[in-house]
Antibody, heavy 114, light 107 residues
Framework: EVQLVESGGVLVQPGRSMKLSCAAS????????MAWVRQAPTKGLEWVAT????????YYRDSVKGRFTISRDNAKSTLYLQMDSLRSEDTATYYC???????WGPGTMVTVSS | DIQMTQSPSSISVSLGDRFTITCRAS??????LSWYQQKPEKSPKLMIY???NLEDGVPSRFSGSRSGSDYSLTINSLESEDTGIYFC?????????FGGGTKLELK
């Protein structure tokens, strides 16, 4: 059974940093591109970033480019999202998903507030 | 960026009714279009992939179709468990973009 479990979401002040993790199991992690998608409270879904199978290629939405870094450790079957210079508009539930958007984790809540 | 214009934004439907949600793509996305159902406090669930393919385990009353740049999700004979918010997603081009969502409620 495919499982994706996010962790690391907390309350953080604007301008600070946070790192999210996503532990994957039940599939060959290294064979799948992976992605992060977020959803602000009561809002729609917003793609954040995607990483290729090797990690050699990454893609970001404009609003997080230069602030967020997606990475992966295929040996640990884990996906990461390093978030720097956080803003209030980054407040959302962050979902880990495969790059084909077929399996999703339950999400982790990130709140950016002073 | 490719805009996905989804309609309607909300709808109330009676049990047993048939209804359709549509997403219009602002650029060519081929069949790189998926449909998701989201229940409150839950993550999205894939229902349809590549515009017309039913995901394993999804009831056959769900179907997807395409007409030019218009992509549709149809539910035949609505059941109470079908309530929730439905989103489309294009994954042809970066940035990946979602439709604004359709909230489906029972009348």
């Amino acid at each position: 059974e495919v499982q994706l479990v996010e962790s690391g979401g907390v309350l953080v002040q604007p301008g600070r940093s946070m790192k999210l993790s996503c532990a994957a199991s039940g599939f060959t992690f290294s064979s799948f591109p992976m992605a992060w998608v977020r959803q602000a409270p009561t809002k729609g879904l917003e793609w954040v970033a995607t990483i290729s199978t090797s990690g050699g290629s990454t893609y970001y939405r404009d609003s997080v480019k230069g602030r967020f870094t997606i990475s992966r450790d295929n040996a640990k079957s884990t996906l990461y999202l390093q978030m720097d210079s956080l803003r209030s508009e980054d407040t959302a539930t962050y979902y880990c998903t495969t790059g084909y958007f077929d399996f999703w984790g339950p999400g982790t809540m990130v709140t950016v507030s002073s | 960026d490719i805009q996905m214009t989804q309609s309607p934004s909300s709808i109330s439907v009676s049990l047993g009714d048939r209804f359709t949600i549509t997403c219009r793509a602002s650029q060519d996305i081929g069949n790189y279009l998926s449909w998701y159902q989201q229940k409150p406090e839950k993550s999205p669930k894939l229902m349809i992939y590549r515009a017309t393919n039913l995901e394993d385990g999804v009831p056959s009353r769900f179907s997807g179709s395409r007409s030019g740049s218009d992509y549709s999700l149809t539910i035949n004979s609505l059941e109470s468990e079908d309530t929730g918010i439905y989103f489309c997603l294009q994954h042809k081009q970066y940035p990946r973009t979602f439709g604004g969502g359709t909230k489906l409620e029972l009348k």
